[in-house]
């Protein structure tokens, strides 16, 4: 009986087209369902869409991650290249998101009117009316 030796390359190229496949596939899939559970009528689960961005958002970067790691070991140089650029691009747009999503939980405060009057302490009342 022979058996089949197989190269590095052969399975390295099997997990970059998983990862390409699940970066296709999954990232869209991720967004529908989270479109679909925001659709949901008369009250929408706030939590079940923010389960589904996130999973989109971690599937989104971190199969380019995991594919420029992967480059390096099989002498993929190209590859690795091409992977890095593409995370790089992933990960600030995740973060970016991340952060303007922060941002419009927690809202700045607006600053009070230039006509407020505030009392100081040690010194008289100086404000109209009191």
Same mark, same amino acid.
């Given at each position: 009986?022979?058996?089949?030796? @197989?190269?590095?390359?052969?399975?390295? =190229?099997?997990? #970059? =087209? !998983? #990862?390409? #496949?699940?970066? $296709?596939?999954?990232?869209?899939?991720? !967004?529908? *369902?989270? #479109?679909? &559970?925001?659709?949901?009528? /008369?009250? $929408?689960? *706030?939590?079940?869409?923010? =389960? %589904?961005? @996130?999973?989109? &958002? %971690?599937? +989104?970067? &971190?199969?380019? $991650?995991?594919? @420029?790691?992967?480059? /390096? +070991?099989?002498?993929?140089?190209?590859?690795? %290249?091409? +992977?890095?650029?593409?995370?790089?691009?992933?990960?600030? +747009?995740?973060? =970016?998101?991340?952060? &303007?999503?922060?941002?419009?939980?927690?809202?700045?405060?607006?600053?009070?009117?230039?006509?407020?009057?505030?009392?100081?302490?040690?010194?008289?009342?100086?404000?109209?009316?009191?």
């Amino acid at each position: 009986m022979e058996t089949v030796e @197989t190269e590095p390359g052969a399975i390295s =190229g099997i997990a #970059l =087209g !998983l #990862l390409a #496949l699940i970066w $296709v596939f999954g990232v869209p899939l991720c !967004l529908m *369902q989270a #479109l679909e &559970a925001s659709m949901t009528f /008369p009250e $929408v689960d *706030q939590a079940s869409v923010s =389960g %589904w961005l @996130t999973a989109a &958002a %971690w599937i +989104f970067a &971190a199969a380019p $991650v995991l594919a @420029t790691g992967i480059c /390096p +070991f099989t002498d993929r140089r190209v590859g690795a %290249w091409i +992977f890095g650029v593409i995370a790089a691009v992933c990960v600030i +747009f995740v973060l =970016g998101s991340v952060q &303007a999503h922060e941002a419009k939980l927690h809202p700045v405060p607006s600053p009070s009117p230039s006509n407020h009057c505030m009392e100081r302490s040690g010194g008289g009342n100086d404000c109209p009316g009191g």
